[in-house]
């Protein structure tokens, strides 16, 4: 059983640079979330995929963007980056939306 | 909406017992985790209650009542290694067929010698 891997662990952008950070899920979960985790916080909810579809959003611009892939893996987008984007962004998985969450080693993003 | 409330940083010695309280409120409570996030890492799940009462699970233990929106998590016999960010995190029901979770903000635990 493989669990939630993340691409890329560590990245440098600039402000205004777009980004897009990967997630494969756990083998047999169809089911994505992400967070942003700013240092010294708890993961905050970005959204949440469920079979293709969103499914759940929380208080983040419509510049953070997803997308999720009929093998379940998942992106994250963040389009016009700004400095406060400067975070660890976490995916995990589960069964369902009512499923314990796998979290990935997350991508720390670093905007200059 | 959520308002989890757990707090900041915590110490306590080898060998010792301690309690991380966390209170919050919902709208559709769906069940409240405990995860472990060690500096650097990924949260690692611990404990799931959508229940009142007590889950044990070796040296820790959750214990859930809904009515006063009030989780603790137990760890006993601490160990070094336990020294790390303990995450309250609730799932709520959005009223629009999708169940969010919400994290608290963590509590540093320092386990010393």
């Known amino acids: 059983e493989t669990g939630v891997t993340q691409s890329p662990t560590h990245l440098i952008k600039t402000r205004g640079q777009q980004v897009t950070l990967r997630c494969s899920s756990q083998s047999g979960h169809n089911t994505v979330s992400w967070y942003q985790q700013a240092l010294g916080q708890g993961p905050q909810f970005i959204f949440q995929y469920y079979r293709e579809e969103e499914n759940g959003r929380g208080n983040f611009p419509p510049r953070f963007s997803g997308l999720q892939f009929p093998n379940y893996s998942s992106e994250l987008n963040v389009n016009a980056l700004e400095l406060d984007d400067s975070a660890l962004y976490l995916c995990a998985s589960s069964l369902g939306t009512a499923g314990e969450l796998f979290f990935g080693e997350g991508s720390r993003l670093t905007v200059l | 909406g959520q308002n989890i409330d757990q707090p900041t940083e915590m110490t306590a010695t080898e060998g010792a017992i301690v309690q991380i309280n966390c209170t919050y409120q919902?709208?559709?409570?769906?069940?409240l985790f405990w995860y472990q996030q060690h500096a650097g890492e990924a949260p690692t799940f611990l404990s799931y209650n959508v229940l009142d009462g007590l889950e044990e699970k070796g040296r820790f233990s959750s214990f859930l009542s809904r009515s006063k929106g009030y989780s603790y998590l137990l760890l006993k016999e601490l160990q070094m290694k336990d020294s790390a960010s303990y995450l309250c995190?609730?799932?709520?029901?959005?009223?629009?067929?999708?169940?969010?979770?919400?994290f608290g903000r963590g509590t540093s635990l320092i386990v010393h010698p």
């Open positions: 995190a609730v799932r709520d029901w959005d009223g629009g067929g999708s169940y969010i979770p919400t």
């Open positions: 919902t709208s559709g409570f769906n069940g």
